[in-house]
């Protein structure tokens, strides 16, 4: 398991397929290592996010997809989300208001990753709907570094 810095870049396509000029983006840190053919990354969410005390976890298999699954002691519910290019995904999503029905259409997922450093970009395009109550088309952009080191104190200091 090795440490890692995540920016993660949040934006929503409008009805017109334009971008959004709001893009929400945090920086964090994180784990990541390889488990079999899949590499994982987890990480906290921040209290920009309106999830503070939630994990993210993403599986990144060698087939491209991703699962995304969210947790913590702040949610009643984990939330799952999986993202495999032009396929649908079926799940329940809890909000302030209550829990909804949700509907996942991947666009396109493409996976930049350097497998052995766990480093690089993902990027995903998908449409999410919630039965009821929106349906927006939203871009993620993942970028993965490695944590800096580090700093080292004072020399003689133990």
């Known amino acids: 398991m090795k440490d890692i810095?995540?920016?993660?870049?949040?934006r929503q396509i409008d009805r017109n397929d334009e971008v959004a000029d709001e893009a929400?983006?945090?920086?964090?840190e994180g784990k990541a290592y390889?488990?079999?053919?899949?590499?994982?990354?987890v990480y906290e969410e921040s209290e920009m996010s309106g999830m503070k005390g939630v994990k993210t976890a993403l599986r990144i298999d060698k087939d491209g997809s991703v699962r995304m699954k969210?947790?913590?002691s702040s949610v009643m519910l984990d939330t799952v989300m999986e993202f495999h290019q032009g396929k649908r995904f079926n799940s329940l999503y809890e909000t302030p208001f209550g829990v909804f029905e949700?509907?996942?259409l991947t666009?396109?997922?493409v996976n930049d990753l350097e497998p052995e450093k766990i480093t690089g970009n993902l990027f995903i395009d998908y449409e999410i709907a919630l039965k009821g109550l929106s349906e927006t088309r939203s871009l993620l952009n993942i970028e993965i570094t490695d944590a800096p080191e580090p700093p080292e104190g004072p020399a003689g200091v133990i």
């Not at 929400?24 to 964090?28: G, R, V």
């Open 34 to 41: 390889r488990k079999g053919e899949a590499t994982y990354i």
């Open 5 to 10: 810095m995540l920016r993660i870049i949040g």
């Open 70 to 72: 969210r947790f913590g």
């Open 24 to 28: 929400i983006e945090f920086m964090t």
């Open 102 to 104: 949700m509907e996942v």
């Open 107 to 109: 666009n396109s997922v």
